[in-house]
């Protein structure tokens, strides 16, 4: 029986593959570097914000803020910065502080407890718990922009007594803010400024329905 040297390769061929795989590990490398370098900068972070009342309604009255219903294609991360037709636009690596739903109660609370300064304003997912003189509900439908260069809040809202759990009064809501700036965190930072306006606003009118509606309802102690 005879056997074969196995072949050798010479050591050019040799050389030949050694710069191959080292082409490829180096091609490699620079492609990771190049992923790392086109890495996404950081968000920019947006919050609403209370808006000073231009009214406020004197009472000593426990109101209690139900949590609002807000339009699931709004409560995310991202910033909706318009709608239009069939379409939701987005701000480009802009989002909310916080969730949207959380910030909305938030707000609206604070705005409404600068509104009825002697009252006593605290929401119902929060760590408070009292016996409310009224309940206030709200339910929001639109809260972007029209893309008209204004932002549209469209909501309804109610006030309910805590002993019957009646309504005591609803009211439809449509409040509309132009916006203004150039450039991109600019104008989403004045699309902000309007919704935390619109919110202010139609705390304007829930105070308002509040002192209106909360000395009829008969207290545990009278």
Known sequence: MVFKQPAMLSSGHA?????KRRAVLGGLAAGLAGLSGCASPDPQLFTLATVPPARVYQGDWLVELRRVGLPAYLDRPEIVRSSDGYRVFLASNQRWAEPLTDMVDRVLRQDLSLRLPGSTVFSESGAISADPTVIVE???QRFESPGDGSVL??????????????????????ISHSTAGGGSATETASLVAAL????????????????????DVPRLDG
Do not use: K, N, W, Y
């Not at 050389?15 to 710069?19: D, L, S």
């Not at 809040?153 to 002993?163: D, V």
């Not at 935390?196 to 000395?215: G, H, I, K, Q, Y």
């Open 196 to 215: 935390s306006a619109t919110l202010a606003e139609m705390a304007d009118a829930m105070a308002a329905a509040v002192a209106r509606t909360a000395p």
């Open 153 to 174: 809040l469209l909501a309804q809202f109610a006030i309910r007594s805590s002993r019957s759990h009646t309504a005591l009064m609803a009211q439809p809501v449509r």
């Open 138 to 140: 709200a339910d929001l």
């Open 15 to 19: 050389c030949a593959g050694i710069v």
